[in-house]
């Protein structure tokens, strides 16, 4: 059975940086996705940051330069930093995974994903 455990999350001013990580106990072998979503409170889930078998990443536009995902295939986590963040990033963030490959232009697809996190806050105020 596969378990997603966020932390991290938590309150910032504009301008500021969060850290979140995330651990994936279930897997096995480095032929997992992994990736980053947020939603907020009338919008739709959004793909944030993804980071595939290649472990090459993938970002939304909104979050080019000043988000960066990582991943540890030993200790199968994830690492979600970010700077210079915005009121707009104000969101629950979740963590999510599957265990296959995933072509680059659907990593930030929810639909690609099968397990997925409680979710951590990140509150970001102006």
């Known amino acids: 059975q596969v378990h997603l455990v966020e932390s991290g999350g938590g309150s910032v001013q504009a301008g500021g940086s969060l850290r979140l990580s995330c651990a994936a106990s279930g897997y096995t072998g480095d032929s997992y996705c992994m990736a980053w979503f947020r939603q907020a409170p009338g919008n739709e889930r959004e793909g944030v940051a993804a980071?595939?078998?290649?472990?090459?990443?993938a970002y939304a536009e909104s979050v080019k330069g000043r988000f960066t995902i990582s991943k540890d295939n030993a200790k199968n986590t994830i690492t979600l930093e970010m700077t210079d963040l915005k009121p707009e990033d104000t969101a629950m963030y979740y963590c999510?995974?599957?265990?296959?490959?995933?072509?680059?232009?659907?990593?930030?697809?929810?639909?690609?994903?099968?397990?997925w996190g409680q979710g951590t806050q990140v509150t970001v105020s102006s």
């Open positions: 999510v995974a599957t265990p296959a490959w995933i072509r680059s232009d659907l990593l930030l697809r929810a639909t690609s994903y099968i397990d």
């Open positions: 980071i595939g078998t290649t472990d090459r990443p």
